[in-house]
T-cell receptor, first 113, second 111 residues
Framework: NAGVTQTPKFRILKIGQSMTLQCTQDMNHNYMYWYRQDPGMGLKLIYYSVGAGITDKGEVPNGYNVSRSTTEDFPLRLELAAPSQTSVYFC????????????FGPGTRLTVT | KQEVTQIPAALSVPEGENLVLNCSFTDSAIYNLQWFRQDPGKGLTSLLLIQSSQREQTSGRLNASLDKSSGRSTLYIAASQPGDSATYLCAVRRSSYKLIFGSGTRLLVRP
């Protein structure tokens, strides 16, 4: 079982560029999440999805977009990258929403210069 | 607004010591609380999940307790080992689907 996988592991972007962070889970989980973690801080929720075709904003959604066309995939799109988006991005999934344990991917370390 | 605080921010102990990590939260209306381990440059590994109706959970040398009324949780690590060195994060789940994280405790277990 691969669990939650993320690509790429590292990326450097120039200001104004765009990119998509990929996330895939093979546990047939309905719920998926994107978080960012700034140095020395906890994680903050960017977007989440409760099933294919359904997404909603988290705490810090500005500058990001998501889509959920399949149960397995939940890509995160950065448009017009800014230095403030330099962070480590984690994707997670869970079987249920409020009661379930969340499983995390290994993260994508993004630097915007 | 729910806030989660972890004290201390960093802890260094000799191998073999029993230790307690603390997590406090401001709003007791939570669904559950989850403890994670994060190794440098890695993702999060779930250690223990305590539902709001539970008082504690145990896994091996780890024991997590939950006191909702006082807004506190503790993670007890018995007989610490150098391999336990990592950052430990707690997170609470409230009425939505998101986890609200503390900023973590960096643990170093010295051989």
């Amino acid at each position: 079982n691969a669990g939650v996988t993320q690509t790429p592991k590292f990326r450097i972007l120039k200001i104004g560029q765009s990119m998509t962070l990929q996330c895939t889970q093979d546990m047939n989980h309905n719920y998926m999440y994107w978080y960012r973690q700034d140095p020395g801080m906890g994680l903050k929720l960017i977007y989440y999805s409760v099933g294919a075709g359904i997404t909603d904003k988290g705490e810090v959604p500005n500058g990001y977009n998501v889509s959920r066309s399949t149960t397995e995939d939940f890509p995160l799109r950065l448009e017009l990258a800014a230095p403030s988006q330099t962070s480590v991005y984690f994707c997670a999934s869970s079987y249920s929403g409020t009661g379930g344990e969340q499983y995390f991917g290994p993260g994508t370390r993004l630097t915007v210069t | 607004k729910q806030e989660v605080t972890q004290i201390p921010a960093a802890l260094s102990v000799p191998e073999g010591e029993n230790l307690v990590l603390n997590c406090s939260f401001t709003d007791s209306a939570i669904y559950n609380l989850q403890w994670f381990r994060q190794d440098p440059g890695k993702g999060l590994t779930s250690l223990l999940l305590i539902q709001s109706s539970q008082r504690e959970q145990t896994s091996g040398r780890l024991n997590a307790s939950l006191d909702k009324s006082s807004g506190r949780s503790t993670l007890y690590i018995a007989a610490s080992q150098p391999g336990d060195s990592a950052t430990y994060l707690c997170a609470v789940r409230r009425s939505s689907y998101k986890l609200i994280f503390g900023s973590g405790t960096r643990l170093l277990v010295r051989p």
